[in-house]
């Protein structure tokens, strides 16, 4: 995943920039960058690696050193960025948030036009880079922004900073946000809508789904309007955005409680403590509590003072173990209860059915599960969710190859994402056999959607059923 903040002041904007970067830490765990731009110094740019270090260490001294009106920055789970790019357009910067699938494709078709690029550690093209090379396949910024919205298939939102200004691009179908927030001296662009809150700005307005802005220290306009068609993706509220955010007017923390409750509204366990697995499945738990009557607790605590985020390796086991390290239990609060415990969402089931063995040898009687979305059964093809993995990753998917084989038809993986079909059910209870629940109940996909309070055809479901 990733997330980015801009900033166009009269006076000074690296403060701004510094801090609105940071509170977008919890979108990133590998990468950041500044680029900044005065009519005094031109361009500076700076990327650190945050994998084992907060934002704010590893950029303390650019915090002092840069100096500009006009910044960009991001916090990025895979390429350094943002780029600084010379080119028939003038110099600017660029950063980049989505997915292209298509990228080898597109490489293949500029890398014609005696187009070369840099290859990563990993091998792959920059993303960020390859979005610059099709924005300068046309004659002005407009048109080639329009241009990679156009081909890219994925999603693309993206910031570029010139001399001039600013240009925030929301991706077409609205797949991520765009928010802008006003002070005295200026405005800024940013993905989380709490990021500016605290730096002065008021709440401005929303970039529209594919719109096209421009932003200077004096104000915003719009270049290409918004389109009408939206498909922004549920799992932010579900799980990938901050308490205090809003997308599209509706809040994170309240759509979590609605989900609680809507999970307590078809349940009938009778739990001796309803809990949430921390972070993100806490306000769940609350919804849940609130609605069902049985007390909410914490049984176990997440120890973050030298555990950030951002210290989390990509080998998927050492991942596993460090999670397991972070949460201590509370035995006096665990030891002879039956606990109902709720999560954001089940993709391998490793860590869950460890946390859940880890509750039974601190005293557990009973750990029900109840996640907070449906089933995963799709591996997200808009966006670099690690949540949403290779398909062949999902415990879901482990199941049904289990029931049916190696080729399985859509047609068949949409009864299983029935929560009315016999299939569905027996997939649930063979996933709470192999992860070792006392009982195993999903939210479901129309109760989930209720929960957000939007129309169902503006939301991306595609990662529970399928459909794009």
């Known amino acids: 995943m990733g997330g980015f903040f801009a900033a166009a002041s009269r006076e000074d904007c690296v403060f701004d920039l510094f801090f609105g970067v940071d509170y977008h830490s919890h979108l990133g765990t590998r990468r950041a960058g500044m ?8 361009f500076d740019k700076a990327i650190h690696n945050i994998e084992n270090a907060p934002f704010r260490t590893k950029f303390t001294s650019e915090s002092n050193s840069m100096h500009g009106n006009l910044g960009i920055g991001c916090i990025s789970d895979f390429e350094a960025q943002p780029i600084l790019v010379r080119s028939h357009h003038g110099t600017f910067a660029i950063t980049t948030v989505g997915k292209i699938n298509n990228a080898d494709e597109i490489v293949a078709d500029i890398i014609k036009s005696n187009t070369h690029f840099f290859e990563m550690q990993n091998g792959e093209i920059n993303p960020t880079e390859l979005v610059a090379a099709i924005i300068n396949q046309k004659d002005n910024f407009i048109d080639g922004i329009k241009y990679a919205q156009k081909i890219i298939d994925g999603s693309l939102s993206m910031l570029i900073l010139t001399p001039k200004g600013i240009y925030a691009a929301r991706d077409r179908l609205g797949r991520t946000p765009i928010v802008s927030g006003k002070k005295e001296d200026g405005f800024c ?3 989380e809508s709490f990021a500016y809150l605290n730096l002065g700005y008021k709440d401005y307005r929303e970039l529209g789904p594919g719109e096209i802005a421009v932003m200077t220290p004096n104000g915003i306009k719009t270049i290409v309007q918004p389109g009408k068609n939206m498909k922004i993706c549920t799992f932010l509220w579900i799980y990938y955005g901050y308490p205090s955010s809003s997308y599209e007017g509706i809040s994170v923390e309240k759509m979590r409680y609605n989900c609680g409750r809507a999970l307590a509204k078809r349940d009938n366990v009778k739990p001796d403590i ?15 509590a609130n609605e069902s009557g049985f007390p909410f607790s914490r049984p176990f605590v997440k120890y973050t003072p030298t555990w950030p985020r951002s210290f989390m390796p990509t080998h998927q086991s050492k991942r596993n173990l460090i999670a397991k390290m972070k949460l201590i239990p509370i035995h006096d609060l665990i030891n002879g209860k039956s606990l109902l415990l709720i999560d954001d969402s089940i993709v391998r089931g490793t860590q869950l059915r460890e946390t859940t063995e880890f509750l039974y040898a601190s005293g557990a ?7 907070a979305c449906p089933p995963l059964l799709f ?19 482990t199941v049904i190859k289990e029931f049916e084989g190696e080729n399985v038809s859509m047609e068949t993986l949409s009864e299983y994402a029935d929560p009315d079909s016999e299939k569905y059910k027996k997939m649930v209870n063979r996933i709470c056999e192999k992860l070792h629940f006392t009982s195993l109940r999903y939210h479901r996909l129309d109760d989930m959607i209720e929960s957000v309070g939007i129309a169902p055809e503006k939301l991306c479901t595609y990662c529970w059923n399928g459909r794009e």
Do not use: Q
């Not at 309803?274 to 849940?288: L, N």
């Not at 009687?365 to 109840?370: D, G, N």
């Open 365 to 371: 009687k009973e750990v029900h599960i109840r996640p």
């Open 35 to 42: 680029a900044v731009y005065s009519n005094e110094t031109g």
């Open 379 to 397: 591996g997200c093809k808009y966006l670099n969710f690690s949540r949403s993995t290779s398909e062949m990753e999902l415990i879901t998917r």
């Open 189 to 191: 662009f940013s993905f």
């Open 274 to 288: 309803v809990a949430g697995v921390p972070d993100s499945g806490t306000a769940h738990a609350i919804g849940y």
